[in-house]
């Protein structure tokens, strides 16, 4: 069972490039998330999504962007990364809402921007 | 406002004696309550979950928690530590749809 899996697992940008991270879930959840995991700081969402085509800003929505064409499928999208946006990024599907049902997490990628 | 809070950001055990993880809420609705780990470069597993049902949760690994409305709290326990219980642990308050906020983690060390 692959559950949750995120790619890449690691990457490097320079300030102002662009890139996507890719998460896929196997379970055929109708939710899915975006985190960011900074130290001391706990999990932050980013954006979320209630079911295929549709998406919804989290508690740190700004400069990030996401999709949903697939149900399975959710990309988080960074169109002009800052040094801010260093940080570990977590994808999360579950089958109910968050606090209504456990959530499944990916291994995680560690995003550096320079 | 809906608040968790993680009253330990390190807890340091010997293998073989109690773990106590402390985790107090603030909230006027009845909230669900979780505590999740996360080993070093892996993502989140849950340990349990509370709902309302029953006061004292039992989890996975031999963990339990117990939540006390009078005291706010929410602490997670386990009777006797394992090395692999080395990790970081969350506790996540949820007071209703979307509405969920994780603590800042405490991070285990389990001496041998």
């Known amino acids: 069972n692959a559950g949750v899996t995120q790619t890449p697992k690691f990457r490097v940008l320079k300030t102002g490039q662009s890139m996507t991270l890719l998460c896929a879930q196997d379970?055929?959840?109708?939710?899915m998330y975006w985190y960011r995991q900074d130290p001391g700081m706990g999990l932050r969402l980013i954006h979320y999504s209630v079911g295929e085509g549709t998406t919804a800003k989290g508690e740190v929505p700004d400069g990030y962007n996401v999709s949903r064409l697939k149900k399975q499928n959710f990309l988080l999208g960074l169109e002009s990364a800052a040094p801010s946006q260093t940080s570990v990024y977590f994808c999360a599907s579950s089958y109910l809402g968050q606090g209504d049902s456990e959530a499944f997490f990916g291994q995680g990628t560690r995003l550096t921007v320079v | 406002a809906q608040s968790v809070t993680q009253l330990d950001s390190h807890v340091s055990v010997s293998e073989g004696t109690p773990v106590l993880l402390r985790c107090n809420y603030s909230s006027s609705y009845s909230p669900s309550l979780f505590w999740y780990v996360q080993h070093p470069n892996k993502g989140l597993q849950l340990l349990l979950k509370y709902t309302s049902a029953a006061t004292l949760v039992k989890g996975i690994n031999g963990f339990e928690a117990e939540f006390k409305k009078s005291e706010t709290s929410f602490h997670l326990t386990k009777p006797s530590a394992h090395m692999s219980d080395a990790a970081e642990y969350f506790c996540?308050?949820?007071?209703?749809?979307?509405?969920?906020?994780f603590g800042t983690g405490t991070k285990l060390q389990v001496i041998p």
């Open positions: 996540v308050y949820s007071g209703g749809y979307q509405k969920v906020t």
């Open positions: 379970m055929n959840h109708e939710y």
